[in-house]
Nanobody, 123 residues
Framework: QVQLVQSGGGLVQPGGSLRLSCAASGRTVSSISMGWFRQAPGNEREFVAARSAWSLNTYYADSVKGRFTISRDNAKNTMYLQMNNLKPEDTAVYYC????????????????WGQGTQVTVSS
């Protein structure tokens, strides 16, 4: 069993930065594939970024490539999503997820989910 507790998020102006955190318990973040997804009102949950187990690979949606960075701190057993140069279209509830069976970019592949955190980009 893996539990994921998210923190971070909030309101930021366009061009600003935020960092989301996802603290894991039950498994080490280095040993499982983990990802970030987001869901805006009226939209389906979409892939943002992921890191495969043992950090062999990282993956990003085209819309965030070059602006967002997924990372982890093994000592804190926490995964992060650093978001820079935020745009209004990045506004959504962001979810972390863990333990992939299938396509790493598909939300149906993940077994465990965090509670979600709101990110609002607005002037």
């Amino acid at each position: 069993q893996v539990q994921l507790v998210q923190s971070g998020g909030g309101l930021v102006q366009p061009g600003g930065s935020l960092r989301l955190s996802c603290a894991a318990s039950g498994r080490t973040v280095s040993s499982i594939s983990m990802g970030w997804f987001r869901q805006a009102p009226g939209n389906e949950r979409e892939f943002v970024a992921a890191r495969s187990a043992w950090s062999l690979n990282t993956y990003y949606a085209d819309s965030v490539k070059g602006r967002f960075t997924i990372s982890r701190d093994n000592a804190k057993n926490t995964m992060y999503l650093q978001m820079n140069n935020l745009k209004p279209e990045d506004t959504a509830v962001y979810y972390c997820a863990a333990d992939v069976s299938g396509q790493i970019r598909s939300n149906t592949s993940y077994k465990y989910w965090g509670q979600g955190t709101q990110v609002t980009v607005s002037s």
